[in-house]
């Protein structure tokens, strides 16, 4: 059974930085894409960022250019997200997503073959 599961979001003013970690168990091989999704209240679930075990990575052109970094460990089967200097239009839920590729980052669809349950980010100005 696949899980992903994902930590590091509370509330922090804005300026400040968090790390959201997501662990994976369960997976296979075919799904070497981890990667990150938001959703703010009342709007739509959009892409953040995206890395493959090849080090393939992307970036949503909606996340702020510089702010947030995606990065990975293989050995522990975790992805993070480094976001600094977060800004109240952060707040959001971020999920953690599993795909084959990194076109759900891409595009609406494919949807991520796998999601996990989300971790509340809220920033305060």
Not at 69 to 86: F, G, P, W
Not at 90 to 100: I, L
């Amino acid at each position: 059974q696949v899980q992903l599961v994902e930590s590091g979001g509370r509330s922090v003013q804005a300026g400040g930085s968090l790390r959201l970690s997501c662990v994976a168990s369960g997976i296979s091989d075919s799904n070497n894409c981890m990667g990150w999704f938001r959703q703010p209240p009342g709007k739509e679930r959009e892409g953040v960022a995206g890395i493959c075990t090849d080090g393939s990575h992307t970036y949503s052109l909606t996340v702020p250019k510089g702010r947030f970094t995606i990065s990975q460990d293989e050995a522990k089967h975790t992805v993070y997200l480094q976001m600094n200097n977060l800004q109240p239009e952060d707040t959001a839920m971020y999920y953690c997503a599993a795909h084959g590729t990194l076109g759900p980052w891409f595009s609406k669809a494919p949807p991520p073959s796998y999601w996990g349950r989300g971790t509340q980010v809220t920033v305060s100005s």
